[in-house]
């Protein structure tokens, strides 16, 4: 029998403690809401950033990661695509970045309602 899981499975009841999971929730709300002002991603991924280490549960860790790349591939491709927004073709990348970020804001929010972990 193995007993050495890393991420958690559906029985393993390694989902984090209230608290850890009630900032989570907060970290995706934050994450859902910078479709309209940008601003509140940059206070989520701070948090992130703080809390990714100090958990425990790596159900929850895997969560924060999830967002952390999020975050960060999305600031890359806004530059890049802000960059190219004079040759007509950033305006489109935009919109496929915006579509990206909902993606990626739902199906972690899935997982999470599902208490399954993110890949890595």
Known sequence: MNTLISEPGPNSGDYGTDNERQV???VYIL???ALVNGITAIIAVIISHLRVNE????F????HR???RSFWWALLWSVICGALVWAG???LGLAILGI?????IVRGLMA???RESMPA
């Open 31 to 33: 994450h859902a809401v």
């Open 66 to 68: 999830w967002l952390i």
């Open 60 to 63: 929850i860790r895997s969560h």
């Open 55 to 58: 958990t425990q549960s790596a």
């Open 100 to 104: 990206w970020w909902i993606y990626r």
């Open 24 to 26: 989570l929730t907060v």
């Open 112 to 114: 999470y309602s599902r």
């Open 89 to 91: 073709i950033g305006i």
